[in-house]
């Protein structure tokens, strides 16, 4: 399997214990999850998006991290997804969304 030239991880807040209480989660998270995937596709782009447990980043949640360009993303929402997959079609300038 090739790797995708994109991997979204997005944070939703789960410790070990599998308690999904964190800030990530509370913010909406989940629905991130979702909303990045039809994004992904309807713009026809090589990712994928996985879910994260805790990433420690808790006053800037939602977190999402990009991968392999360990880029990291906070307060998240579909606006700013928008505009970070906007920039990445454009010729992968994000540092304006970074944290």
């Known amino acids: 399997m090739k790797s995708p030239e994109y991997h979204f991880f997005i944070c939703n807040s789960y410790r070990v214990s599998g308690d999904p209480q964190g800030v990530c989660n509370k913010k909406g998270a989940t629905d991130l999850l ?3 995937e039809t994004e992904i ?3 026809g782009l090589d990712g994928a998006v996985s879910s994260t447990g805790c990433l420690k980043v808790c006053t800037k949640g939602p977190v999402m991290v990009l991968y392999p360009h360990g880029k990291w993303f906070g307060e998240v929402t579909e606006e700013k997804i928008d505009s970070i997959l906007d920039a990445l079609e454009d010729g ?3 540092s304006e969304f970074e944290i």
């Open 41 to 43: 596709l309807d713009r």
């Open 34 to 36: 979702q909303y990045m």
């Open 92 to 94: 992968g300038d994000t």
